[in-house]
Nanobody, 124 residues
Framework: QVQLVESGGGLVQAGGSLRLSCAAS????????MGWFRQVPGKEREFVLG????????VYADSVKGRFTISRDNAKNTVHLQMNSLKPEDTAIYYC?????????????????WGRGTQVTVSS
């Protein structure tokens, strides 16, 4: 089992920044590729960014390229999502996810473990 706990969400004005963190425990963190997803009510969970288990490979959704970055610290069992130039359409619950694989995936069904999510609200 891997436990994931997100933090750092909140309310921010458009154009602002937030940094989300995900703390992992339970298994060897470096065995898992990580992903960030987001979801709004009535819509399917949407891939945002992913990072390989070494941190050497990242994947971004087109909607966040140039604004969001993902990083991980395997020594501290954490993964971070830096969000800049936030837009109202970024408003969602953001979830951290782990999959026992070398590389991340854009498909949420391929992830094994999920956090409970953290709310991000961007006001216009």
């Amino acid at each position: 089992q891997v436990q994931l706990v997100e933090s750092g969400g909140g309310l921010v004005q458009a154009g602002g920044s937030l940094r989300l963190s995900c703390a992992a425990s339970g298994r060897t963190f470096s065995d898992y590729a990580m992903g960030w997803f987001r979801q709004v009510p009535g819509k399917e969970r949407e891939f945002v960014l992913g990072i390989s288990r070494s941190g050497g490979s990242t994947v971004y959704a087109d909607s966040v390229k140039g604004r969001f970055t993902i990083s991980r610290d395997n020594a501290k069992n954490t993964v971070h999502l830096q969000m800049n130039s936030l837009k109202p359409e970024d408003t969602a619950i953001y979830y951290c996810a782990a999959r026992r694989a070398t590389f991340s995936s854009t498909m949420f069904r391929t992830y094994d473990y999920w956090g409970r999510g953290t709310q991000v609200t961007v006001s216009s």
